[in-house]
């Protein structure tokens, strides 16, 4: 018997990607068996013109919210980047997408305010009139995207010189973009905070 809260949990992710951005979203479970102590149950969740996928062994009676937000916080990275769009979007406003949580999506610099998981909204098209400046930090992950008029850029903790603790959306940095990309975005070889000459 497939134990319902992973599937439930993978279920909740699904209706906010579909609802969100409206992608066809795949569940899949199997259970383990039980002749077997080595053996796990797993719950996976795919997007498959996407080309994402994300699956773990969930701990026994692990609840909705932990499974949905052990796949998205492995999933939005992929989501934004391959998309480029905001997801899921904060109700406030803005470009930095609503994170994970123990129990729904929140916003990272005000974890009061909460949406629950399966009941996010729509994804937005970026704010094209930002230039310059860090368009989304997902902190939980040390990543990022800057905000560029020539195609927005992708970066983490590596290509970053300074405090992690610095980045914030809106924050206004300098930049060096290499030849590679991530996902949609170009990606950068070097950022820093904007130094004032």
Same mark, same amino acid.
């Given at each position: 018997?497939?134990?319902?809260?992973?599937?439930? #949990?993978?279920?909740?992710?699904?209706?906010?990607? /579909?609802?969100?951005? =409206?992608?066809?979203?795949?569940?899949? +479970?199997?259970?383990?068996?039980?002749?077997?102590?080595?053996?796990?149950?797993?719950?996976?969740?795919?997007?498959?013109?996407?080309?994402?996928?994300?699956?773990?062994?969930?701990?026994?009676?692990?609840?909705?919210?932990?499974?949905?937000?052990?796949?998205?916080?492995?999933?939005?990275?992929?989501?934004? +980047?391959?998309?480029?769009?905001?997801?899921?979007?904060? !109700?406030?406003? *803005?470009?930095?997408?609503?994170?994970? =949580?123990?129990?729904?999506?929140?916003?990272?610099?005000?974890?009061?305010?909460?949406?629950?998981? *399966?009941?996010? *909204?729509? =994804?937005?098209?970026?704010?094209?009139?930002?230039?310059?400046?860090?368009?989304?930090?997902?902190?939980?992950?040390?990543?990022?995207?800057?905000?560029?008029?020539?195609?927005?850029?992708?970066? +983490?903790?590596?290509?970053?010189?300074?405090?992690?603790?610095?980045?914030? !959306?809106?924050?206004?940095?300098?930049?060096?973009? =290499?030849?590679? +990309?991530? #996902?949609?975005?170009?990606?950068? /070889?070097?950022?820093?905070?904007?130094?004032?000459?």
């Amino acid at each position: 018997m497939i134990e319902l809260n992973p599937v439930t #949990g993978a279920q909740l992710l699904a209706d906010d990607i /579909t609802a969100g951005l =409206g992608y066809e979203v795949q569940v899949n +479970s199997t259970q383990s068996d039980t002749t077997d102590p080595q053996s796990r149950s797993s719950i996976s969740i795919r997007i498959p013109s996407l080309g994402v996928e994300m699956g773990f062994h969930p701990q026994q009676g692990a609840s909705p919210e932990s499974v949905a937000c052990q796949l998205a916080s492995h999933l939005q990275d992929d989501i934004l +980047s391959k998309t480029g769009m905001v997801w899921p979007t904060d !109700p406030g406003g *803005g470009d930095q997408p609503l994170v994970p =949580g123990d129990t729904g999506w929140y916003r990272e610099s005000d974890p009061t305010v909460s949406v629950p998981y *399966g009941r996010a *909204g729509a =994804g937005h098209r970026p704010d094209d009139s930002l230039d310059g400046v860090v368009r989304w930090w997902l902190g939980y992950w040390f990543v990022g995207v800057i905000a560029d008029k020539a195609g927005d850029v992708w970066f +983490s903790e590596h290509e970053f010189e300074g405090d992690l603790t610095s980045i914030q !959306p809106g924050t206004r940095v300098d930049f060096q973009v =290499g030849s590679n +990309s991530h #996902g949609l975005f170009r990606k950068a /070889t070097r950022v820093s905070i904007h130094s004032i000459n």
